[in-house]
T-cell receptor, first 113, second 113 residues
Framework: DAGVTQTPRHEVAEKGQTIILKCEPVSGHNDLFWYRQTKIQGLELLSYFRSKSLMEDGGAFKDRFKAEMLNSSFSTLKIQPTEPKDSAVYLCASSWDRGWEQYFGPGTRLTVL | GDSVTQTEGLVTLTEGLPVMLNCTYQTAYSTFLFWYVQHLNEAPKLLLK?????KRTEHQGFHATLHKSSSSFHLQKSSAQLSDSALYYCALSDQPGYQNFYFGKGTSLTVIP
C-alpha cells in the first residue's frame, strides 16, 4: 500500500506570497490531519478532516491558513500571505480513525524569506 | 483539560546505557497512549501503543507500560544504540472514534559513542 505522499518536499517563498501544499492520504483512511512542526513547539495541529468534513481548524492558524479536502484522496493547505515565521516543516497524516495510528507523510519544508 | 507531558528538550546518552523517556498524561476518559519516533529527515512513525492497564508493550527493543494509576506511559530500552538517536513523541487519544488526540512536545534523544 502506498503511504501518505506530500508535495513539494521543499518550498521557498518570498514574504507575502501564496503557497499551496499538497497531500494524498493512505487509501481508505477516513481522517486527515495537517500539522506544523518546529523545534520549539513540536507538532501543532492545523486542521483535521473526517470523511472530507473539516472538524478542527486550529484557532491561531485560522487567519492565513486554509486547508481543504477536495476528495477523499487529496488535500491542500494554503498559506496566504506567507510570513517568515511560517518557516517550518508541514506534515500531513492520515488514519482510519482519530483514535488509531496516524501515518505521516515525509513533510514539506517551507522557508519564507 | 486533556494533555500530555513528556521529558522535554534534549537527552544525551552514552551508547549501552538504559533509555527512559517520561510521559505522563491527563484525561478524564479511557485512554490510548502512543509513542512515535522520528529519525532525522524522516516522517514520524508509530513505535508503541497501548490501552491496557499494567500491560507491557514491546517493539524494536523498546517497551512501555501504561499505568493508569499514575497516568504514565514511560518509554524504556535496556541498552541505547547509536541508531536510537531521534525525536520521540508521546501521544494520547481519549478513545477510538473520539475527537481528542494530543501530542507531547517531543524529546530529542542523542546517543553518543
Amino acid at each position: 500500500d502506498a503511504g501518505v505522499t506530500q508535495t513539494p518536499r521543499h518550498e521557498v517563498a518570498e514574504k507575502g506570497q501564496t503557497i499551496i501544499l499538497k497531500c494524498e492520504p493512505v487509501s481508505g483512511h477516513n481522517d486527515l490531519f495537517w500539522y506544523r512542526q518546529t523545534k520549539i513547539q513540536g507538532l501543532e495541529l492545523l486542521s483535521y478532516f473526517r470523511s472530507k468534513s473539516l472538524m478542527e481548524d486550529g484557532g491561531a492558524f485560522k487567519d492565513r491558513f486554509k486547508a481543504e479536502m477536495l476528495n477523499s484522496s487529496f488535500s491542500t493547505l494554503k498559506i496566504q500571505p506567507t510570513e517568515p515565521k511560517d518557516s517550518a516543516v508541514y506534515l500531513c497524516a492520515s488514519s482510519w480513525d482519530r483514535g488509531w495510528e496516524q501515518y505521516f507523510g515525509p513533510g514539506t519544508r517551507l522557508t519564507v524569506l | 483539560g486533556d494533555s500530555v507531558t513528556q521529558t522535554e528538550g534534549l537527552v544525551t546518552l552514552t551508547e549501552g546505557l538504559p533509555v527512559m523517556l517520561n510521559c505522563t498524561y491527563q484525561t478524564a476518559y479511557s485512554t490510548f497512549l502512543f509513542w512515535y519516533v522520528q529519525h532525522l529527515n524522516e516522517a514520524p512513525k508509530l513505535l508503541l501503543k497501548s490501552s491496557t492497564d499494567n500491560k507491557r508493550t514491546e517493539h524494536q527493543g523498546f517497551h512501555a507500560t501504561l499505568h493508569k494509576s499514575s497516568s504514565s506511559f514511560h518509554l524504556q530500552k535496556s541498552s541505547a544504540q547509536l541508531s536510537d538517536s531521534a525525536l520521540y513523541y508521546c501521544a494520547l487519544s481519549d478513545q477510538p472514534g473520539y475527537q481528542n488526540f494530543y501530542f507531547g512536545k517531543g524529546t530529542s534523544l542523542t546517543v553518543i559513542p
